[in-house]
């Protein structure tokens, strides 16, 4: 039988909640936030901001980020974590397409868990201006 969630490490949630992302499982990926995560979107673009739940992130930067592409591909090395007792960061390389344009991103995520969920995240982007461009006519 395999371990609860709340004996998993940091290391092992991080793992499978990335593997949700990088197969596209956006419902696997968000189910690892608790109800209450605080989300933190750097930058100034129409997606920066806080999110206070995880419904307000999933609403309001998951799916629109989702219906604005046209791809979404999430990856990440799991060799190059900083993990914490209770939290991780490491870079993820995102790249967004819509149409004809694409944009390629590293993303600095920090993420704390505790009782087996995320409660807490804070995302900026390596080129942050790139991204805010790209996603500069979605609108609000």
Same mark, same amino acid.
């Given at each position: ?6 004996? @998993? ?12 992302? !990088? ?14 995560? &605080? ?14 739940? &995880?419904?307000?992130?999933? !609403? ?9 592409? !046209? ?5 990440? !090395?799991?060799?190059?974590?900083? =993990? ?5 960061? =490491?870079?993820? &390389?995102?790249?967004?397409? @819509? ?12 993420? &704390?868990?505790?009782?087996? @969920? ?19 006519? =979605?609108?609000?």
């Amino acid at each position: 039988m395999g371990q609860s969630t709340e004996e @998993k490490t940091v290391a092992e949630l991080i793992h499978e909640y990335h593997e949700a992302w !990088d197969r596209g499982d956006h419902e696997a990926g968000w189910a690892f936030y608790s109800d209450d995560v &605080k989300v933190h979107m750097g930058g100034r673009g129409p997606l920066s901001g806080e999110y206070a739940s &995880k419904q307000d992130f999933v !609403d309001n930067w998951v799916t629109r980020v989702a219906n604005y592409c !046209d791809e979404w591909l999430v990856g990440y !090395d799991n060799t190059e974590l900083l =993990l914490g007792e209770d939290g991780v960061a =490491l870079l993820i &390389k995102e790249t967004w397409r @819509k149409g004809d344009r694409e944009f390629i991103t590293d993303r600095l995520g920090i993420y &704390k868990f505790a009782d087996g @969920k995320i409660i807490d995240c804070w995302f900026s982007d390596m080129n942050q201006a790139g991204a805010e461009e790209f996603f500069g006519d =979605l609108s609000a």
